[in-house]
T-cell receptor, first 113, second 114 residues
């Protein structure tokens, strides 16, 4: 099992450009999450999904959109990137919402110039 | 307003000694607490958790203590090993309603010196 994988690992964008971050999990988990981590901050939830075809806003959703067309994939989109979105993005998945084991991907480092 | 606080950004201990990482929370609705460990350039990995109905949970070298009245939890690592050097995040969740949100602290960087 690959667990949770994220694509790409690193990306540089110019302000105003768009991109999509891909998260894939092969554990048949229902719940998937996107977090961002900034220096000196904990992980903050951007959006999450409780199942295929469903998404919901987290703590810091502005500027991002998500889609969960397939159970194994959770996409995070930036329509018009801003320097404030420079961060490390982590995807996670879990079988149940209170399952202690949220499995995290290795992260995507995004730099917006 | 931070609901989960890890007031020590860093901690340094000698190999073989005890490491104690602390975490405070303000939201009385939190009833499940977790510790995650993170190495550089990797995603966080789950370490240990505790439900609010317990005051202690032990897993090998790792023990988490919960003091509900003080809204405080701590992670003890005994004995500490150099491989334990990582950032440790405390996280909390409320099992009531439809809150799917894990609230994380800012993390504590633990360095275990050989």
């Amino acid at each position: 099992n690959a667990g949770v994988t994220q694509t790409p690992k690193f990306r540089v964008l110019k302000t105003g450009q768009s991109m999509t971050l891909l998260c894939a999990q092969d554990m048949n988990h229902e719940y998937m999450y996107w977090y961002r981590q900034d220096p000196g901050m904990g992980l903050r939830l951007i959006h999450y999904s409780v199942g295929e075809g469903t998404t919901a806003k987290g703590e810091v959703p502005d500027g991002y959109n998500v889609s969960r067309l397939k159970k194994q994939n959770f996409l995070l989109g930036l329509e018009s990137a801003a320097p404030s979105q420079t961060s490390v993005y982590f995807c996670a998945s879990s079988l149940m919402v209170l399952q202690e084991t949220q499995y995290f991907g290795p992260g995507t480092r995004l730099l917006v110039l | 307003d931070q609901q989960v606080k890890q007031n020590s950004p860093s901690l340094s201990v000698q190999e073989g000694r005890i490491s104690i990482l602390n975490c405070d929370y303000t939201n009385s609705m939190f009833d499940y607490f977790l510790w995650y460990k993170k190495y550089p350039a990797e995603g966080p990995t789950f370490l240990i958790s505790i439900s609010s109905i317990k005051d202690k949970n032990e897993d090998g070298r790792f023990t988490v203590f919960l003091n509900k009245s003080a809204k405080h939890l701590s992670l003890h690592i005994v004995p500490s090993q150099p491989g334990d050097s990582a950032v440790y995040f405390c996280a909390a969740i409320s099992s009531g309603g439809s809150n799917y949100k894990l609230t994380f602290g800012k993390g504590t960087l633990l360095t275990v010196n050989p």
